[in-house]
């Protein structure tokens, strides 16, 4: 591996991006608070996001894309009546 490694899948919107940690330390310094940075245990890998302006409207076009094509109303009674039915057990 060089300096920098990038694979990028055009399937996914992920970029993989493997670096010498010294190059890394130094991006986290320059991109202060306009980023999050989390690190994955299990795969090993840091994730980088770009930081919302809006927490919460970041989540309702999350949920909107997770949601998107189901009723919500629908599932809640289909939970609830699968609740009610095992409970008769």
């Given at each position: 591996?060089?300096?920098?490694?990038?694979?990028?899948?055009?399937?996914?919107?992920?970029?993989?991006?493997?670096?010498?940690?010294?190059?890394?330390?130094?991006?986290?310094?320059?991109?202060?608070?306009?980023?999050?940075?989390?690190?994955?245990?299990?795969?090993?890998?840091?994730?980088?996001?770009?930081?919302?302006?809006?927490?919460?409207e970041?989540?309702?076009?999350?949920?909107?894309?997770?949601?998107?094509?189901?009723?919500?109303?629908?599932?809640?009674?289909?939970?609830?009546?699968?609740?009610?039915?095992?409970?008769?057990?």
């Amino acid at each position: 591996m060089g300096k920098i490694d990038i694979n990028y899948d055009s399937e996914s919107q992920y970029v993989l991006l493997r670096m010498q940690r010294e190059i890394f330390e130094e991006i986290k310094k320059l991109l202060g608070d306009d980023v999050i940075l989390t690190y994955d245990e299990e795969k090993k890998e840091t994730i980088i996001f770009k930081k919302p302006e809006s927490f919460t409207e970041a989540l309702i076009e999350i949920g909107s894309k997770i949601w998107g094509d189901i009723n919500a109303e629908e599932y809640i009674n289909q939970e609830r009546n699968s609740r009610e039915n095992f409970s008769k057990f």
